[in-house]
């Protein structure tokens, strides 16, 4: 007989003692004390031995922690077969370890889909509780005369001036679906710790003082309190409403009807839906105005100033200019800026590189980041000024993936590549190096204007149709990603030995 409240020790003490002396699952009846039954529990998975135990029975008690995460979400849903089918898959675990990574198993399937619902049902809470102030200007229609209705009808202490005294006291409603109130009311204190609050619920309560966060299983009534808070919600829903995108089936999925009637604002919701297409119809019919003139100024400020081009004709720094410009790709679409090359414009030897990454976008510099730090690095090592050269890349707009804060570099294809060939030409026609360096297999795709191994020219020097010499390395970013330390050793005393080798070369032009 369990309180069947959500209370995960309760089950873990029971299902513990049970296991110790080999309790055949079929055998338990678990019972709540508010009266629920599992009258629909499933039948065991197989039939004991002649020793009540399954085949194949370990004689210690192993429980995997993801069971045991997962017990702990399930133990708050409102099914009373949750308890027989938490201890059935406990019992199955000791023969059969990895049975939560079968997902289609009947009982793995059951317990996972339970847990999505308590999840939901939690996050639901946390999404639709409204507090309402406890104080002078709060009315109920309730005649509960139950405890939290004591402390809501207790009066807050005043000053003379008849402001409130203290912290400022709260309450909210909520019909959660099931036993939710204990792993919700932690998320509260934080997010509403400088005021006193109680959340009631049909399922249990929870309360805060600023000291301490209390929290019942016991069941609450709805005291229907209503507040001036109601009206602010109500102006602030219809303000946020946007009748030109209106999906009413992805609304009432994301707020369920079930909740409606303890949410101040949704008693507008039908008369917002009836009157959408009208609005829309009428927006649609509008004609444009002009912006306010403070919002025209502010525009305007925001806007980046465009450099007049002063550059002459012909030559690197109008190149530069012009590039600015680029959108012979889609790559410019999404990044910051162009990232042109950088260096003497009659340097006899350039580095090319692959790409921009993401500080070079931001600072609109070639191999500023951590691959061009470790260029930098190793270059010095060799007495290879980076200074004397021309540093560029193949293509001149960063292209990337967004992962949540971050921007995750991708590799340019091959159209992206030809269609940034023509800057690295234009590049090598104004400066006429002597000396070409390929760092990655994208540069020396570029430079040979079709693809080759960089397996097959690594650390070789070969010469092109106009005259120049290419020599080709690994880009340094290459050697950042090597996950082994060993391995990453030896390349970079490979890349090491591929700059002094170009310094030798360098040092004959």
Known sequence: MLDGKGDFGEWREAARRLLMVGTWPAAVDWREKHGATDLFADPPPARPNAEGKPEGTRPEITVPRAFMTLAETVICHSDPGRFTLLYRTLWRLQAERNLLDIVSDADVVRLNAMEKSVRRDSHKMKAFVRFKEIGAST?????????????????????????????????????????????????????????????????????????????????????????????????????IFN?????????????????????????????????????????????????????????????????????????????????????????????????????????????????????????????????????????????????????????KHFKYEPRGKRRIHQKPNMGEIRACRWWLKLELDLIQPKLVVAMGATALTSVMNHAERLSDYRSRTVDLDDGRALYTTVHPSYLLRIPDEGRKREEIDRFREDLQAIKSLSDTL
């Not at 079930?258 to 649609?284: C, F, Q």
């Not at 003497?344 to 510099?365: C, I, N, S, T």
Request: glycine letters at 6%; aromatic letters at 8%.
């Open 243 to 395: 009748p030109a995108r209106l999906k009413v089936k992805a609304m009432q999925s994301e707020m369920p009807k079930k909740y409606w009637k303890n949410l101040p604002e949704a008693n507008l919701i039908p008369g917002l839906i009836a009157g959408a297409e009208e609005k829309v119809r009428a927006m649609a019919e509008q004609a444009m105005k002009d912006p306010p003139a403070f919002h025209a100024k502010v525009r305007e400020a925001a806007m980046p100033k465009t450099e007049e081009n002063t550059a002459l004709p012909g030559t690197l720094e109008a190149a530069r200019a012009e590039a600015r410009d680029c959108t012979r790709c889609p790559l410019s679409c999404k990044a910051t800026q162009t990232v042109f090359g950088e260096g003497p414009d009659d340097a006899k030897l350039m580095f090319v590189g692959e790409q921009p990454g993401d500080q070079e976008d931001l600072a609109g510099r070639p191999f500023i980041g951590p691959a061009g730090k470790m260029f930098d690095t190793i270059a010095g090592e060799v007495d290879l000024d980076r200074k004397h050269a021309y540093v560029t890349n193949a293509v």
């Open 139 to 239: 009315s109920t229609t309730s005649t509960s005369t139950t405890d939290i209705m004591e402390v809501i009808a207790r009066p807050a202490p005043l000053e003379a001036s008849g402001i409130p005294i203290g912290r400022r006291r709260f309450f909210a409603w909520f019909e959660p679906d099931h036993f939710i109130v204990a792993r919700a009311a932690p998320f509260f204190q934080r997010r509403f710790t400088d005021m006193d609050w109680i959340i009631a619920t049909p399922k249990g309560s929870a309360a805060w003082d600023g000291t301490a966060l209390t929290v019942t299983s016991e069941p609450a009534d709805d005291p229907k309190l209503t507040d001036d808070a109601d009206t602010l919600w109500r102006t602030y829903y219809s303000n």
